[in-house]
């Protein structure tokens, strides 16, 4: 198991489980806090073939290089983080992207996961992946008519694709709630019940620098949850705690190092919204942008 120093307290991680365990009587010195963000998700390319709707990222066709994520995901692990989530983009277009793993998961103690809209998964890519990733996020907003409608792309090709998954390697489901999905929430849940999902993560969708959704939607939103939270497991984008009424869903914010993100441009930054960030390419060593970092978090926020 790995862990790190919280202000919470000693947190230990199983990467290969997931399993979370925190030693809360333990007083921690915040001289001793690790110093990088607990998760670290990484955009490694802009490229993507879909075409969403609602799709936030500038589609290019760029790509982080091989070594930059090896070195980055090294560093993280050395200070730190537990795990790190690849995303984009689609990250499955990234021509690496399985010999970064599998060097990854031998070389660090880092958990990864993948987030994906999960076209390209195929028997060959489960089998190369499974031994070397801890998670798989796919993207499905809702069955169809909903799916098409967002996604451009049947439903009924990807479902096969989930039952590959299925008992290879632990998913969820991830879903952009917005106001074509807010009520539909309960078909998602069927179909996360029947492909035997480990996860729902629900994401609010978020245009032009702000939420989308009405006092209605997120009520609508808060109390689906509030119905559905002990029958299946729930998270949801901690930018939206203070939209809803649902304090078993987050973390004690006392600590703000929980989640960094590197973008395309190698900065580092709170979360893929924010424009602020710091540049990798700036510092000599990851100790001294880390340490930045740590003083700057609360105010990139
Ligand atoms: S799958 Fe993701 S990256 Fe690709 S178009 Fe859709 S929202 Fe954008």
């Given at each position: 198991m790995k862990s790190r120093i919280e202000p919470q307290g000693l947190h230990y991680y199983d990467r290969k489980s997931g399993t979370h365990i925190l030693l809360d009587e333990i007083k921690t010195r915040s001289s001793a806090?690790?110093?990088?963000?607990?998760t670290v998700s990484i955009?490694?390319?802009?490229?993507?073939d879909l075409t969403c709707s609602y799709c936030y990222v500038n589609l290019k066709d760029s790509f982080l290089s091989k070594e930059d994520i090896i070195l980055y995901c090294k560093q993280l692990d050395r200070f730190g983080t537990f795990d790190i989530a690849f995303g984009g983009g689609?990250?499955?277009?990234?021509?690496d992207l399985i010999e970064i793993c599998n060097t990854i998961w031998k070389e660090t103690n880092l958990g990864i996961s993948i987030t994906t809209h999960?076209?390209?998964?195929?028997e060959d890519y489960i089998l190369k992946l499974k031994d070397n990733l801890s998670f798989i996020r796919v993207s499905i907003d809702g069955i169809e008519p909903i799916y098409s409608q967002l996604?451009?792309?049947?439903l009924d090709n990807l479902l096969p694709k989930l039952k590959l998954l299925s008992g290879q390697i632990p998913f969820g489901i991830n879903a952009v709630i917005n106001k074509l999905t807010v009520n539909h929430l309960d078909d998602l849940k069927s179909l996360f019940l029947e492909y035997g999902g480990f996860e729902l993560l629900l994401l609010p969708m978020w245009h032009k620098g702000k939420f989308v959704l009405t006092d209605n939607e997120w009520s609508t939103l808060n109390q689906w949850i509030e119905n559905n939270h002990k029958e299946i497991p729930i998270r949801i984008s901690s930018e939206s705690k203070k939209y809803?009424?649902?304090?078993?869903?987050?973390?004690?914010?006392?600590?703000?190092?929980?989640y960094g993100f590197i973008g395309i441009d190698k900065t580092l930054r709170k979360?893929?919204?924010?424009?602020e960030g710091i540049s990798?390419?700036?510092?000599?060593t990851f100790e001294l942008l880390l340490t930045d970092w740590r003083n700057t978090v609360s105010v990139l926020n």
């Amino acid at each position: 198991m790995k862990s790190r120093i919280e202000p919470q307290g000693l947190h230990y991680y199983d990467r290969k489980s997931g399993t979370h365990i925190l030693l809360d009587e333990i007083k921690t010195r915040s001289s001793a806090y690790s110093l990088a963000p607990r998760t670290v998700s990484i955009a490694i390319t802009d490229e993507c073939d879909l075409t969403c709707s609602y799709c936030y990222v500038n589609l290019k066709d760029s790509f982080l290089s091989k070594e930059d994520i090896i070195l980055y995901c090294k560093q993280l692990d050395r200070f730190g983080t537990f795990d790190i989530a690849f995303g984009g983009g689609e990250p499955t277009l990234h021509p690496d992207l399985i010999e970064i793993c599998n060097t990854i998961w031998k070389e660090t103690n880092l958990g990864i996961s993948i987030t994906t809209h999960g076209h390209h998964l195929n028997e060959d890519y489960i089998l190369k992946l499974k031994d070397n990733l801890s998670f798989i996020r796919v993207s499905i907003d809702g069955i169809e008519p909903i799916y098409s409608q967002l996604r451009k792309r049947p439903l009924d090709n990807l479902l096969p694709k989930l039952k590959l998954l299925s008992g290879q390697i632990p998913f969820g489901i991830n879903a952009v709630i917005n106001k074509l999905t807010v009520n539909h929430l309960d078909d998602l849940k069927s179909l996360f019940l029947e492909y035997g999902g480990f996860e729902l993560l629900l994401l609010p969708m978020w245009h032009k620098g702000k939420f989308v959704l009405t006092d209605n939607e997120w009520s609508t939103l808060n109390q689906w949850i509030e119905n559905n939270h002990k029958e299946i497991p729930i998270r949801i984008s901690s930018e939206s705690k203070k939209y809803l009424k649902l304090p078993f869903l987050f973390d004690n914010d006392e600590w703000d190092n929980d989640y960094g993100f590197i973008g395309i441009d190698k900065t580092l930054r709170k979360n893929s919204f924010t424009k602020e960030g710091i540049s990798i390419g700036q510092y000599d060593t990851f100790e001294l942008l880390l340490t930045d970092w740590r003083n700057t978090v609360s105010v990139l926020n």
